[in-house]
């Protein structure tokens, strides 16, 4: 499997050892002024080891649950943060489906197929979505970034207006973030949409 210990620890197939030294808590703080409110339901989808659902639960905010196609990062973040099989699960739809105020989808989508993100996208239920992805400055040309080209499970590699364009079939978009642990780049498309419906 791509997404066990070698992808998380090792860098053997990416460069997420290195992410992980970045600050989640800055990260939690700008999700946060977001206008995310401690009573609302969060789904962090693709969450890893769930670091980030560990912050918002330091800050009061525990109707959060975090979901990954790994499940070793799923185990780790058990194992690490003290999670029952409730807050951290291994790749459950149905947290999609079942709907939430908010879905964060960061560093995530482009790890996904055509056919898959397709059906994630139509099965997504939630108030807003807040997206992160590397992007490419021209359609058909390599990541902007040395270290988004890298990563050897990338498999979607488009320009910011190729992912508003997509989110915007189900979603419309409220504008970029520019915060200061996500923020809206050349390199990086970093964003809020609103449910359409």
């Known amino acids: 499997m791509r997404f066990e210990r070698g992808y998380f620890a090792d860098g053997e197939l990416s460069n997420y050892r290195d992410y992980t030294k970045k600050k989640y808590g800055q990260l939690c703080e700008d999700l946060i002024s977001l206008g995310i409110d401690r009573e609302e ?10 670091k980030l659902v560990h912050e918002f639960y330091t800050r009061g905010y525990c109707n959060i649950r975090g979901t990954d196609i790994s499940w070793w990062a799923i185990r780790e973040g058990r194992r690490l943060y003290n999670f029952d099989a409730r807050i951290l699960q291994y790749l459950n739809y149905g947290l999609l489906e079942n709907g939430a105020d908010w879905i964060l989808a960061l560093d995530v989508f482009e790890h996904i197929g055509d056919e898959e993100l397709e059906n994630i996208l139509s099965i997504m239920n939630c108030k807003c979505l807040v997206v992160r992805v590397p992007v490419s400055a021209q ?18 590699c488009h320009t910011k207006a190729w992912w508003i364009n997509l ?4 979603f419309s978009f ?13 390199g990086v498309f970093a964003g809020v949409f609103q449910c359409a419906q």
């Not at 359609?139 to 979607?156: A, K």
């Not at 989110?167 to 189900?170: H, P, Q, T, V």
């Open 139 to 156: 359609e058909g040309q390599p990541y902007v970034l040395d270290v988004s080209r890298n990563d050897q499970t990338h498999v979607q």
């Open 167 to 170: 989110l915007d079939r189900k």
């Open 174 to 186: 409220a504008g970029p973030i520019r915060k200061k642990a996500i923020y809206d780049s050349e």
């Open 41 to 50: 339901t969060i789904i962090d989808f693709g969450c890893a080891t769930g």
